[in-house]
């Protein structure tokens, strides 16, 4: 208990001697908390964006076969199907009609998708689903941007620039807004008018497998019986996404190292530049009793006081740029310029694991350049400080 | 590999403590070839002023060693998305099986930087000093240790290429070869016999320790200590964990540590590892003991006693809690 009380009184101290030297220390939280800030900015972001392209992909199916003319993407003839169908193991196979839209009055790109057994399960609806020719079902953002809602029409121009028009008769939630956050959804016949789809073909395929561990089996089967298809698994995509985002954060973080090495350089300045009061102080302290454990006592809590408070405030800094804010500063950088996310927020994750990969990065240098330093200053002589 | 946020801080971390455990040592030579308790020149002075350096520093090191186990544990969590068919950390390990060195070098690091700071203690509690040199021959003793961390974590990391098959835990820890699947396969029912009855001996010997106080049971205790280790991380494999997740297969260790099972590893290793330190510590003192701290050493090994006995029995009941309390069966 004593020595609780001990501790506490030299924090005490250590937190009243900081604020008796607020201009020399204050630079310092400045600068540790700035790097905090940028730090953990690039952690929650790319955590955080990874989690909802994981999330994202979940829903995706397993696997998504293309066909590839001259190393591009290009229309798929449905008789794939038939063949894909025979394989063991496949439970269903599905045509997928899709494309981008790229609406002038609004200078924005909306993603358009014939309705199929795969896509609905999107879910959160209000109103229904085209079912007839001449409906759409339309995501919130485009609802927004074409101030639409069920009943109105919308109205789009086909590759022959002549205008169709279809009832909105249902608009997705803005809860399932990452999924359908630009979506047009019409009926099959209605989308292959608007793009001049030939008929027998499709844009991909959706393969549904029984066993998910069979998927790359099948995988490779399709890609040696027809060669001219690029099999997709979801778990190839997750990869993707997850060593992109490691890389480019990672890439991020390196960058700052110099911007680290620079800091610890300012700490140890700081550290080691006593000014002569400072040192009266701690010869005075010796002299009437404070032993050389002490003084290093005092210099530690100081040191704790000073990261704990900058690394707090860096890391929620940090927070409210990445969550609040959406990163601003950051987006363009980690996104890459091809946009794959639709606008949304992003969904506030922290855990202990990015908390203690700061800590490693900021604290621990700091703690090492500063502990020489006051141990320089703790080991002072009272008599030849005192005397000057 | 190297670009990744996790890796890019524990290698910064683990090159900062190495630089600082070197220091260290550089001094604590000096140290050993120089120290004379009984001399009044200005050098013994200026040596005797180190000594509380280099016990900061090492007591940073502490920390940074406990701290890097867990970032380790979680940074191979993290990368297991990846690999294809990894489902934890074990999953990255296997990846690169250097991984499972570097995990054991660090649980080794975190024991030794321990009883180097239980040894300093007991140390400066004397005015004289009397386990100065064989404190800093243990801290050169350490720092090989350290540089090979950094070499086998450097190695595991460069090492690991993405999308590399492995084998999950499920696959690890359920068939074909190996240690750890030897391990897994431990039939329960005899695995359980041998946990309780190691905790029981354990107890025992302690026990008699803390009552006898000779020299011989501390050596028992300490030894037993390290069985106790081994027995419990073999049992956490075989069976206490699959009755934390409840699925008779899944035997992974380190999925414990996640939130999805309430974090329950961290109270597990936590209390395992502070049991089993402060069962060995006693077992050291009874080593380096000297004539002018006697008093000092029997009065911490008192201490280190009870608190290995009290750790171990937390450890035991949180570990047992679910296999008394959960309807999940294992027959």
Known sequence: MDQMIRHSKILDFAIMSIFRRRLKNLSIVIVFTLLTAILSSILFFTHSFKMEAVGLLAD??????????????????????????????????????????????????????????????????????????????????????????????????????????????????????????????????????????PSGMATDIVVAVNNELEVPYIAGKIKTTLPDTRPIMRSEILQTYETLFGWRSGMMLSMFLSSLVAFSILAWDKATGLSAEERREIGILKAVGWETSDILELKFWEGLVISLTSFLTGTIIGYVH??????????????????????????????????????????????????????????????????? | MILHPGVISLLVGSIVALSMLLYASGMGVRIISRWDINSTSSEQLSLERKTCLI?????????????????????????????????????????????????????????????????????????????????????????????????????????????????????????????????????????????????????????????????????????????????????????ISIHFYEIPTHHCPFDLLQGDYHYVGYAIYTTLFGGVLSGIIPAIFEIIKRDSIEDTIREAQKRYTIGSIILIIIFTLISSWPILFSGFRVS
């Open chain 1, 60 to 197: 995706a199916p397993e696997l998504i076969v293309q066909r590839v003319s001259g190393g591009r993407h290009a229309l798929i003839a449905e008789d794939y199907m038939e063949v894909i169908r025979g394989f063991y193991g496949v439970s269903d196979v599905i045509p997928r009609y899709w494309g981008y839209y790229f609406d002038r009055a609004t200078d924005s790109n909306y993603t358009v998708m014939g309705i199929n057994r795969a896509v609905s399960g999107l879910g959160l609806l209000r109103g229904r689903l085209p079912s007839q020719e001449g409906e759409c079902a339309l995501g919130s953002g485009v609802a927004e941007v074409k101030h639409l809602d069920i009943g109105k029409r919308l109205y789009l121009l086909d590759s022959r620039r002549r205008v169709r028009s279809y009832r909105v008769v249902g608009i997705f939630d803005t809860l399932s807004r990452l999924l359908t956050n630009d979506l047009i959804l019409l009926t099959e016949d209605d989308i292959k008018e608007l793009f001049d789809i």
């Open chain 1, 322 to 388: 990445v969550f609040f804010l959406g990163a601003p500063l950051l987006s363009p950088v980690l996104k890459g310029w091809s946009v794959l996310f639709p606008s949304f927020d992003l969904i506030p994750y922290i855990n202990p694991y990015q908390i203690i990969t700061l800590f490693f990065l900021i604290v621990i240098p700091y703690i090492a350049v500063t502990i020489i330093p006051s141990w320089r200053a703790a080991i002072m002589d009272p008599d030849e400080v005192i005397r000057g």
């Open chain 2, 55 to 239: 016990s900061t520093i090492m007591n940073y090191a502490l920390g940074f060693y406990i701290l890097s186990l867990f970032l380790f544990v979680y940074t191979a969590d993290d990368l297991h998305m990846l690999f294809v068919g990894a489902m934890c950390a074990t999953g990255s390990f296997n990846a690169n099986p250097v991984g499972w060195k570097v995990l054991y070098l660090k649980i080794l690091l975190f024991f030794l930087t321990s009883i180097w700071i239980a040894i300093n203690r007991v140390d400066q509690r004397s005015e004289e000093y009397p386990l100065v040199k064989t404190k800093y021959t243990i801290l050169l003793f350490i720092i090989p240790f350290a540089m090979f961390d950094i070499h086998l974590q450097f190695r595991y990391f460069m090492g690991l290429r993405p999308n590399i098959i492995v084998s999950c835990c499920g696959a690890l820890f359920n068939e074909g070869g190996g240690v750890a699947s030897g391990l897994s396969s431990l039939p329960e029912g005899p695995m359980r016999w041998v946990f309780y009855i190691t905790v029981t001996l354990f107890l025992l010997v302690a026990g008699l320790s803390l009552v006898f106080e000779r020299p011989i049971l501390r050596y028992i205790h300490g030894t037993s200590s390290v069985m106790v280790f081994f027995v419990s991380i073999v049992s956490i494999i075989s069976f």
